[in-house]
């Protein structure tokens, strides 16, 4: 259940920059990003998404001192969109630690496949498909996360439960 804080127009709209750069992080750095890199440089596909996710991860540590600062300096209702921001991170960051074990595993597993057939590069990319797919859709569903959680902040409003679990 939502509630609304009494908040000023600049306070709301301070509330909603954690969600602008969170939604920014997954449209524009893993969605455009990694594209810009696959088509114009030309980098694999895994290099790309390694360097989509290092860019994501300097955001995310970004992130985590603005909340740090918001928690001392900000008004309640910008602290608590900055937490909840950071909160949704939580989930891209379990995505990435599942794309780098399934794509770890072509480490471990060996084939029997004569080197004429070069049945590691199969492998590789099934298990490179089989990482970025929960990725991508972990990545669909922040967006739509974040688009929520923007409107909700521009309207002054949090999780009840949230705002709970985090008192001022």
Known sequence: MLTTIKASTEDRKSAKAPHELFTINMVIVHLFFSLLMIELLGFSVDGAIASAIALSLYIIVYT???????????????????KLSLNRYKLLIGAYVLYFIVTSLSLIISTDVPASMDGTNVINSILSLMGIVP??????VSIVFGS????NAGRGEIDQV??????Q
């Open 64 to 82: 985590f001192f603005q909340t740090k600062r918001a928690k001392e300096n900000a008004p309640y209702l910008v602290y608590l969109h900055w």
């Open 135 to 140: 990725l991508f859709f972990v990545i669909l």
């Open 148 to 151: 929520i959680s923007m409107f």
């Open 162 to 167: 949230f705002m709970q679990k985090y008192p």
